[in-house]
């Protein structure tokens, strides 16, 4: 499926990330899951691991403890209620 995401992480702090990529994998409550643009839309309560990110050969990290994944038409949000980038 071609296309880009647009994917934003926030936490209570701050917004860590905000921009297009071609993929993200989250630690969903009921299972791990990823995301590509065009995805069906949803929403889930994340546990405590490791959201990846890709985009163009490049990976990022982050770790979350918590929070809500929410996708749409639009995209999708991260809500997590602790964040932090980690390297890959």
Same mark, same amino acid.
């Given at each position: 499926?071609?296309? $880009?995401?647009?994917?934003?992480?926030?936490?209570?702090?701050?917004?860590?990330?905000?921009?297009?990529?071609?993929?993200?994998?989250?630690?969903?409550?009921?299972?791990?899951?990823?995301?590509?643009?065009?995805?069906?839309?949803?929403?889930?309560?994340? $546990?405590?691991?490791?959201? $990846?990110?890709?985009?163009?050969?490049?990976?990022?990290?982050?770790?979350?403890?918590?929070?809500?994944?929410?996708?749409?038409?639009?995209?999708?949000?991260?809500?997590?209620?602790?964040?932090?980038?980690?390297?890959?």
């Amino acid at each position: 499926m071609a296309g $880009k995401l647009h994917f934003s992480l926030v936490s209570p702090e701050r917004e860590l990330f905000s921009g297009e990529v071609d993929q993200v994998d989250a630690p969903g409550s009921e299972g791990d899951f990823g995301v590509l643009a065009g995805h069906a839309p949803f929403m889930t309560t994340l $546990k405590s691991g490791r959201v $990846k990110v890709y985009d163009n050969g490049r990976t990022l990290g982050f770790d979350v403890q918590g929070g809500f994944a929410d996708v749409t038409p639009d995209g999708l949000t991260i809500l997590a209620e602790q964040a932090v980038e980690v390297a890959l």
